[in-house]
């Protein structure tokens, strides 16, 4: 079945380290989507990426960085620069056929930093 | 970036009660997306709108997009236990740059009480 998986689910890692968050679909979106959620902050946009090879910074893209390789992938590293980076993170695709018809979201990555 | 007002922030209600809830913006959106959130899962869209007055329903829920354009609201009949969850407004600026960019209300908790 096509759809994006995030892993993992749960993610621990002590302050000052890198973190790498794993975002990947076989729906042959060409959009992809970083959103980090907050309690009472709705989502919002870190990175998104329209096509391989290209970027661009969403609303919140400091501390993070990402890469676009593939069509398939669009990894979050969480950087030591964040000041918060306690929160449930989300990977989202749309078809660039399909814009219209709104993002897709994988399960979420929950990333805990002590 | 750009910013949705969402209404209410949280509900609690009855089983068999009807719902409503509102988004407003400040700018005018070419589209409007209505997600639900189940606790610790990615959003998944339940209704998505295109035209200035339009009118949609998806079983009991029913979606309007606002004749200003700025606005959308949805509304949830006869709810059941399992309506329980986050619900986002999420729309698609009609101004230039980015046509993948898409802006989120903060959500409205609902809690159904059986």
């Known amino acids: 079945d096509g759809g994006i998986t995030q892993s993992p689910k749960y993610l621990f890692r002590k302050e000052g380290q890198n973190v790498t968050l794993s975002c990947e679909q076989n729906?042959?979106?060409?959009?992809m989507y970083w959103y980090r959620q907050d309690p009472g902050q709705g989502l919002r946009l870190i990175y998104y990426s329209q096509i391989v090879n290209d970027f661009q910074k969403g609303d919140i893209a400091e501390g993070y960085s990402v890469s676009r390789e593939k069509k398939e992938s669009f990894p979050l590293t969480v950087t030591s620069a964040q000041k918060n980076p306690t929160a449930f993170y989300l990977c989202?695709?749309?078809?660039?056929?399909?814009?219209?018809?709104?993002?897709?979201f994988g399960q979420g990555t929950r990333l805990t930093v002590v | 970036g750009q910013q949705l007002n969402q209404s209410p922030q949280s509900m609690f209600i009855q089983e068999g009660e009807d719902v409503s809830m509102n988004c407003t913006s400040s700018?005018?959106?070419?589209?409007w997306l209505w997600y639900k959130q189940d606790p610790g899962e990615g959003p998944v869209l339940l209704i998505a709108l295109y035209k200035a007055g339009e009118l949609t329903s998806n079983g009991r829920l029913t979606a309007q997009f606002g004749i200003t354009r700025k606005d959308s609201f949805l509304n949830i009949s006869a709810s059941i236990p399992s309506d329980v969850g986050i619900y986002f407004c999420a729309g698609r600026p009609n101004s230039g740059g980015s046509n993948y960019k898409l802006t989120f209300g903060k959500g409205t908790l609902l809690t159904v009480n059986p």
């Open positions: 989202a695709s749309s078809s660039d056929r399909a814009v219209r018809r709104g993002a897709f």
């Open positions: 700018s005018i959106f070419n589209t």
């Open positions: 729906l042959n979106h060409d959009a």
